[in-house]
């Protein structure tokens, strides 16, 4: 059975950061692509970051690039997501997913079967 359990969010000031973890059992990460995405109320879930962890490629969202940095821990099967120079509008429940393809989609919802609950994160201007 695939578990993924997020952790890391928080409240914190614009301007601030945080690193989110992503640890998954039953399932190995390498060689598929893992993603992280985010719900803010009222709003439909969108990819954030995705990282195909046979090779390291990775992809960003234009409203992160340059201050979010995904990555990848094989021997201990997590993922990361460190989030730099926070803004209010990154307000949001974060989830990560994992798919069983490589990153064709990399921020299609339905490419990704598995999910965590979510962590929420909270940036106070």
């Known amino acids: 059975q695939v578990q993924l359990v997020e952790s890391g969010g928080g409240s914190v000031q614009a301007g601030g950061s945080l690193r989110l973890s992503c640890a998954v059992s039953?399932?190995?990460?390498?060689?598929?692509?893992m993603g992280w995405f985010r719900q803010a109320p009222g709003k439909e879930r969108e990819g954030v970051a995705s990282?195909?962890?046979?090779?390291?490629?990775?992809f960003y969202a234009d409203s992160v690039k340059g201050r979010f940095t995904i990555s990848q821990d094989n021997a201990k099967n997590t993922m990361y997501l460190q989030m730099n120079s926070l803004k209010p509008e990154d307000t949001a429940m974060y989830y990560c997913?994992?798919?069983?393809?490589?990153?064709?989609?990399?921020?299609?919802?339905?490419?990704?079967?598995?999910w965590g609950q979510g962590t929420q994160v909270t940036v106070s201007s």
């Open positions: 997913a994992a798919s069983h393809l490589g990153c064709y989609r990399p921020h299609e919802r339905a490419d990704f079967p598995d």
């Open positions: 039953g399932y190995t990460i390498f060689r598929n692509c």
């Open positions: 990282i195909y962890t046979g090779g390291g490629s990775t």
